[in-house]
């Protein structure tokens, strides 16, 4: 039986937040990629990808998501960017429900717009966001094996909602 569970999808749209609640609630270890990777390299993101560089954050994503699927118990919050590499996603299917937390782009941008701790994140820069967006939305959609639409919807639903799509 498949046991982690993984929460992919946008910057903002609340993987760790419900990721936390969800491991709270099914008595399940918590692991966010983001915070493991910068407690590992007394770094933040920000810092990281500044002066590592963006292949080298990918890289440590990609060790991870190979480590943490050998591991069972978890509930795993990704960083966004976790579906550019189909390797990412075949080693946290192994052993995982994928869930995709679906949010509009609106939505997304009503939660970061003050937010500065987000490399990709360029408020002068908007359309390129977008089409970082867009390029991602199949992505999610065709590693998901579950499709979840948060807008408006409290942690309390979405949680509930989870644990319906995976008969818990
Ligand atoms: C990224 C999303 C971020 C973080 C990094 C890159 C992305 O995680 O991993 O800034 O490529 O979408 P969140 O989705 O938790 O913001």
Redesign the pocket.
């Known amino acids: 039986m498949k046991t982690n569970i993984i929460l992919i ?5 609340g ?2 937040t419900v990721g936390k609640q969800l491991a709270h609630h099914l008595n399940m270890d918590f692991l966010d ?2 915070e493991s990777i910068q407690t590992d390299l007394h770094m933040t ?1 920000q810092e990281i ?1 500044e002066k590592k560089g963006e292949p080298f ?1 990918r890289a440590k ?1 990609q060790q991870l998501s190979k480590e943490s699927s050998s591991h069972s118990n978890l509930v795993i ?5 976790i579906v ?1 590499y189909q390797k990412n996603m075949d080693y946290l299917a192994r052993n995982g429900h994928i869930i995709y937390l679906k949010c509009k782009f609106e939505t997304i941008m009503q939660r970061i717009k003050s937010e500065r701790n ?3 994140f360029d408020i002068d820069n908007l359309s390129k966001f977008r089409e ?1 967006f867009d390029s ?1 939305t199949q992505l999610y959609e065709d590693n998901a094996h579950f499709i979840l639409k948060v807008d408006d919807k409290s942690n309390d639903i979405i949680c509930a909602e989870i644990l319906h799509k995976i008969k818990r």
Do not use: C, N, V, Y
């Open positions: 999808g946008f910057m903002g749209s993987k760790t990629m983001d993101i990808f954050f994503e919050a990704t960083g966004g960017g550019l987000r490399p990709l970082l991602r």
